[in-house]
């Protein structure tokens, strides 16, 4: 069985899944997933396979809901079964292993129906992330928690607040010169797989925001026609 330790809070494995929280939560609520895909203990944490059955169940448009449901059970006793539950819990089984047909190339009655589309996209995905998350992190040491690219004290925040004002690589490479594109996508997956908590930021957050944004937002206006 999948350890803890290799579990994901919802927003990450709604992005390996290319869902949204809220369609997360519905795979429990709903009954679709069950144990020990997820596990409930003060807050839902998933494994990152829950992303790709539940990407499975909500985009798959040819199965009726009650054939996508006992497709995903099928797959989970069978996997469970399997010697190789703790690598395709964190989508490590590859294609081209063996025990792939067996796993996701399932027969259910007159049905045959090929989840391998579904694990592969959502593997691309949790591979984003993990590159994302080595690249990124958040450290109450380190301007007050907020997340920062690696090695540096410049929250990804800033980075992407000044990209939407119309920045570009170039502008931000004047004030930070270590970025590169490569740092700006995972700066964005970072985001979508971490959101900031509701509420109010803290004082300190605040105070950082104020000093680091080194892009200035303001207007200079152009002096009038004579």
């Known amino acids: 069985m999948s350890p803890a330790s290799e ?12 869902l949204t929280e809220k369609q997360m939560h519905r795979l429990i609520d709903d009954r679709i997933v069950e144990p020990p895909l997820f596990a409930q203990d003060g807050r839902r944490c998933w494994t990152k396979l829950a ?82 998350e080595a690249a990124i992190t958040s450290d109450r040491g380190i301007m007050g928690g907020l997340p920062v690219f690696k090695g540096t004290r410049v929250p990804i925040a800033f980075v992407l607040e000044s990209i939407d004002r119309g920045f570009g690589l170039d502008d931000l490479r004047e004030a930070y010169p270590f970025i590169t594109a490569e740092l700006i996508e995972h700066a964005k997956v970072y985001v979508a797989s971490h959101p900031r908590p509701v509420g109010r930021p803290r004082d300190d957050q605040d105070a950082w925001r104020a000093e680091m944004l080194p892009i200035s937002t303001r207007r200079v206006p152009l002096p009038r026609a004579s």
């Open 51 to 132: 992303g790709a059955l539940g990407s499975f169940y909500f985009h798959q448009t040819s199965l009726s809901r009650s054939a996508k449901i006992d497709v995903i059970h099928l797959c989970t006793r069978t996997l469970l079964q399997s010697k190789d539950v703790d690598m395709v819990f964190v989508l490590k089984l590859e294609s081209h292993d063996p025990a792939w047909p067996k796993l996701f190339q399932l027969k259910l009655d007159t049905l045959f129906v090929d989840l391998g589309q579904y694990v592969q996209e959502a593997q691309v995905r949790a591979r984003q992330l993990e590159v994302a």
């Open 7 to 18: 579990m994901v809070p919802t927003a990450a494995a709604a992005f390996i899944g290319g």
